[in-house]
Nanobody, 116 residues
Framework: EVQLQASGGGLVQAGGSLRLSCVAS????????IGWFRQAPGREREEVAC????????DYADSVKGRFTISRENRKNTVYLQMNSLKHEDTAVYYC?????????WGQGTQVTVSS
C-alpha cells in the first residue's frame, strides 16, 4: 500500500522558516518524482515544488522560487521542503504527492500558518 506521511507544519511569524518532511512507503521510492502541493481555504490545490527521482532536477512555482528548497534522501524514503522567508500568503495545508500505478497518491497534509 502506497503511503505518504507529511509532517513539520506549524504556526510561524512572517519571515520565519519551517521544514516539512514527507516519508513514503509502499513503492520503489528512488524510481519516482515527488511533489509538494498546497491548498489554501477557498482556493484550488497548487503545485509548489517537485523533485526528480534521484534529485537531479527540481522545479518550483514562481511564487516560492528563491525561498523554498525541495530535497530528498532516498536512503530514508524522505522528501523535504525547506521554507524560508515565509509570507502570510504561504498559509495553507501542504501535501506531498506521488504518481504511481496510474494514479495520484496524497499524504494527509500538514497545516502551515504564517502570521503577518
Amino acid at each position: 500500500e502506497v503511503q505518504l506521511q507529511a509532517s513539520g507544519g506549524g504556526l510561524v511569524q512572517a519571515g520565519g522558516s519551517l521544514r516539512l518532511s514527507c516519508v513514503a512507503s509502499g513503492f520503489t521510492f528512488d524510481d519516482h518524482a515527488i511533489g509538494w502541493f498546497r491548498q489554501a481555504p477557498g482556493r484550488e490545490r497548487e503545485e509548489v515544488a517537485c523533485i526528480s527521482s534521484l534529485g537531479g532536477r527540481t522545479d518550483y512555482a514562481d511564487s516560492v522560487k528563491g525561498r523554498f528548497t525541495i530535497s530528498r534522501e532516498n536512503r530514508k524514503n524522505t522528501v523535504y521542503l525547506q521554507m524560508n522567508s515565509l509570507k502570510h500568503e504561504d498559509t495553507a495545508v501542504y501535501y506531498c504527492n506521488v504518481y504511481w500505478g496510474r494514479r495520484d497518491y496524497w499524504g494527509q497534509g500538514t497545516q502551515v500558518t504564517v502570521s503577518s
